[in-house]
């Protein structure tokens, strides 16, 4: 078998390349470089033993996709390709629907074209917007807090859409809680340009020097330490989550959603204990105020992927946090 992985150099999608390899499905990248190294192919290829066919391109170039569709045939599309920054989004709103929502309008057109009839699509748990009751299962009402989310919750009313005016699409949604860690050959891992927005790479480079200290924004929470608890997910169970997701609808068609998560929460401080310990050294934290929109607590109820995938993490705290400070130290610049 083989699929279009779109933003496959990314971080998520890089990842998600090596689960497929490993499961006997062919990947073919196609990625824009807007957030991402060319590098990563040669470390894919170090990992897998093999060179995965690239595509230098752009979800928004029907001309090209057309092509693609035309040269090859695919089994599916896994597309991971989007801006993921919420506070840019808010700044350029436009930039983000245009690229996350356009973009995905004229990848559905092109494989519809092309008779490509499966995607799974990266999701996030921002398209629960603020929690209504926790643990987060798939029937909580959909919302969103800034244009990132809301391209989210617009990509997936698209991908419905389509499913319910044609009985052949196959569209899975994956809500993904919050991805962390690298790959533990220590060659490839995430590397976000500038500051970054997630508190694991920023404690790694921390730890590795590269900024003085965390801050940590509220110690006043309803938590068992006050500070924030989220649902962290090992960036490569959550690629064997998709292709979990693949393998178990192939016969299958219809909008599906499925939560990626491990379902258990851990505090800004355990996250920053736990990589002490990996890492072997303090890292230096200080405690800030509150952010606008922080909430408290959020974590998943995975038992549907579990139920209907047969799929659940294997990963603990301890191997993200191992595996963030393997890659955080053999390149601590990124590729
Ligand atoms: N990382 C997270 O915390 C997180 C959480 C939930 C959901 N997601 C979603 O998962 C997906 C992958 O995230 P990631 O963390 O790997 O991000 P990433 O930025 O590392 O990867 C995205 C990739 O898509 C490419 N890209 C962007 N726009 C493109 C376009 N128009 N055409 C072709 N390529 C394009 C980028 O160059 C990059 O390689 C995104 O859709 C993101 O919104 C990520």
Known sequence: MKVLVTGGLGYIGSHTCIALHNAGITPVILDNLSNSSIHVLQQLHKICGQTFSFIEGDIRDQHQLEQIFKQQSFDAVFHFAALKAVGESC???????????????????????????????????????????????????????????????????????????????????????????????????????????????????TAVGKRAKVSVFGDDYDTNDGTGVRDYIHVMDLAEGHVAAFTNHQQDSGFLAYNLGTGQGYSVLEIIAAFSKASRQQIPFQMAPRRQGDIACNYADANLAKAKLGWQTKLTINDMTRDTWRWQQNYPQGL
């Open 91 to 205: 700044q350029q709103p436009r930039r983000y629907y245009e690229n996350n929502v356009c973009g995905t309008v004229t990848l559905l057109d092109a494989m519809y074209n092309n008779d490509v009839t499966r995607i799974i699509f990266s999701s996030s748990a921002t398209v629960y917007g603020e929690p209504q009751y926790l643990p987060i299962d798939e029937q909580h009402p959909i919302s969103a807090t800034n244009p990132y989310g809301w391209s989210k919750v617009m990509v997936e009313q698209i991908l419905a859409d389509n499913c319910q005016s044609d009985s052949q699409q196959l569209a899975i949604s994956l809500r993904y809680f919050n991805p962390v860690g690298a790959h533990s050959s220590g060659l490839l891992g995430e590397s976000p340009n500038g500051i970054p927005n997630n508190l694991m790479p920023y404690i790694a480079q």
